[in-house]
């Protein structure tokens, strides 16, 4: 069985930074692209990154373009989310989540991947 835990989500508030962790079992992390969404209240859940399995590509959304940086320890099993610059839109539910191949096609939608984790909660005050 895939499970997914995130953690390291919390409040902050605006220019701040948060470091978002990915932790993997039952799956080796190494052999798959990963990716980052978030989902605000009330709204649909968008992508944020996604990091291919040697880390060697990465995609990121215009919204977090340069703020955000997706990274992963595959001797670890974890993948992580480098938040830095935080903004009030920031605010959401942060979900990790699994792509079922090594290298990213698209990366950009929800429905291409398999495993999600309980997601974590961010929360940027103005």
């Known amino acids: 069985q895939v499970q997914l835990v995130e953690s390291g989500g919390g409040l902050v508030q605006a220019g701040g930074s948060l470091r978002l962790s990915c932790a993997a079992s039952?799956?080796?992390?190494?052999?798959?692209?990963m990716g980052w969404f978030r989902q605000a209240p009330g709204k649909e859940r968008e992508f944020v990154a996604a990091i291919s399995w040697s880390g060697g590509r990465t995609l990121y959304a215009d919204s977090v373009k340069g703020r955000f940086t997706i990274s992963r320890d595959n001797a670890k099993n974890t993948v992580y989310l480098q938040m830095n610059s935080l903004k009030p839109e920031d605010t959401a539910v942060y979900y990790c989540a699994s792509y079922p191949r090594r290298t990213i096609v698209s990366g950009t939608s929800l429905y291409e991947y398999d495993y999600w984790g309980q997601g974590t909660q961010v929360t940027v005050s103005s």
């Open positions: 039952g799956r080796t992390v190494s052999n798959y692209a």
